[in-house]
């Protein structure tokens, strides 16, 4: 959201540039869907896996680029900030405390991670309903709140009439 503030410079067309800033930002985890495809959790292809990585996020990115172009946004910018949206997910990631991510695929098969790792997580969906994933998403809530508000603030500060 904070990228499509910064995007669109709070002109016309904020709040879509807000949208599809955090569909691109969110775009690695489809790979979610690869457990109820049937895809072993220890496959490259799972959850933060090949499309963690910086290949997928410049092949996202290329692919924004050309669609922004063809809706008369300048096709090198929109291509870069798509790419270092998509690249964004899975750097955070390498911060959270659960977090390996393939980001050299597939020039390597490993998964890193950040010596540090300051962001807490939870492993399983199942875990976001307990005590401890309450906890988590808490704890993201106030770690991403100053990108939030900096973000809503243009709606926040209106007074309605």
């Not at 049937?38 to 990115?61: D, F, K, N």
């Amino acid at each position: 959201m904070a990228a499509g503030r910064f995007y669109s410079r709070n002109g016309a067309g904020a709040a879509r540039a807000m949208f599809w800033c955090s569909v691109l930002s969110a775009a690695p985890d489809l790979d979610l869907l690869g457990g109820p495809l049937g895809i072993p959790y220890e496959s490259i292809y799972a959850h933060r896996g090949a499309l963690h990585s910086l290949v997928a996020a410049v092949a996202i990115g290329a692919l924004a680029g050309l669609v922004g172009r063809r809706r008369g946004l300048p096709l090198v910018l929109t291509t870069v900030q798509a790419v270092l949206l998509v690249t964004s997910h899975s750097l955070l990631d390498m911060l959270n405390a659960g977090g390996k991510v393939a980001i050299l695929w597939p020039f390597s098969d490993s998964y890193y991670r950040f010596f540090w790792r300051p962001i807490p997580s939870v492993i399983q969906l199942s875990d976001f309903l307990t005590p401890a994933g309450v906890w988590v998403v808490g704890a993201e809530l106030l770690i991403f709140a100053p990108l939030f508000l900096w973000a809503l603030w243009p709606w926040l500060r209106r007074q309605p009439h």
